[in-house]
């Protein structure tokens, strides 16, 4: 079961939010950033969910402590703020994701595990799919026992997409992130190497790699294989 450090100075928004979260997590909480780092020095904690306006350390400070520390918890934070300028600020600061209260708290699971998710692929340097294992060590895929390595640009691709299920990514997004920004490569690159993964992996059922028209591609997981 997942730590999550709940920190919020507003003493019935935490206790809300703490009762919400109880029922799926290791809830722990602060009122304020200090508290939390006081915590944070004696519990490890896999995901921190913040408040903004705060007393003693708010949200964004306590975010510059944890980064400048080389602390890359997944922190999201909550805030009644809105404006554009705001929500740049959490992030710059070093904010994973960013929700506006009030919290609507189904979201807030999928936000929490989406974030946990990669965190997790992100220490094992591999995502599981069923019975489809991805090694970004290795650059394999392995199935039912039967590993196969794929060539580099493909896995990278096929990483990229289910690291991030149902999420749309365009071909401009994905050539900057695999080929990088000063690529000659143009984006029927992506189309080429798409369409080798799809003849590639056509009798794996974990999962599918979707052509949204239009816009791009995205992975998805096949229901009851993932």
């Given at each position: 079961m997942a730590a999550i450090l709940v920190v919020e100075d507003d003493k019935n928004m935490r206790l809300l939010t703490c009762s919400k979260l109880k029922s799926r997590y290791e809830v722990h909480s602060a009122a304020d950033g200090a508290e939390a780092l006081a915590l944070l020095e004696h519990r490890k904690m896999d995901l921190i969910v913040a408040d903004i306006m705060m007393p003693r350390m708010d949200g964004c400070a306590l975010l510059r402590v944890l980064r400048d520390q080389g602390n890359q918890i997944p922190v999201l934070l909550l805030t009644a703020r809105q404006s554009f300028e705001d929500k740049r600020q959490?992030?710059?600061?070093?904010?994973?994701?960013?929700m506006t209260k009030p919290v609507n708290f189904e979201e807030l699971f999928w936000r929490i595990d989406a974030l946990l998710r990669r965190a997790r692929i992100a220490s094992e340097h591999r995502i599981v799919a069923g019975r489809v294992v991805l090694d970004s060590d290795t650059y394999t895929l392995t199935r039912d026992g039967v590993r196969t390595e794929l060539p580099r640009r493909e896995f990278e691709l096929l990483y990229k997409l289910l690291s991030y299920?149902?999420?749309?990514?365009?071909?401009?997004?994905l050539l900057d992130d695999i080929w990088g920004f000063d690529s000659e490569s143009g984006e029927d690159t992506v189309k080429t190497h798409i369409s080798r993964l799809r003849n590639r992996l056509r009798e794996v059922e974990e999962f599918r790699i979707l052509t949204i028209k239009g816009l791009g591609y995205k992975a998805e997981l096949t229901e009851g294989k993932a």
């Open positions: 959490g992030f710059a600061s070093g904010a994973d994701d960013y299920p149902g999420q749309i990514f365009t071909r401009s997004q």
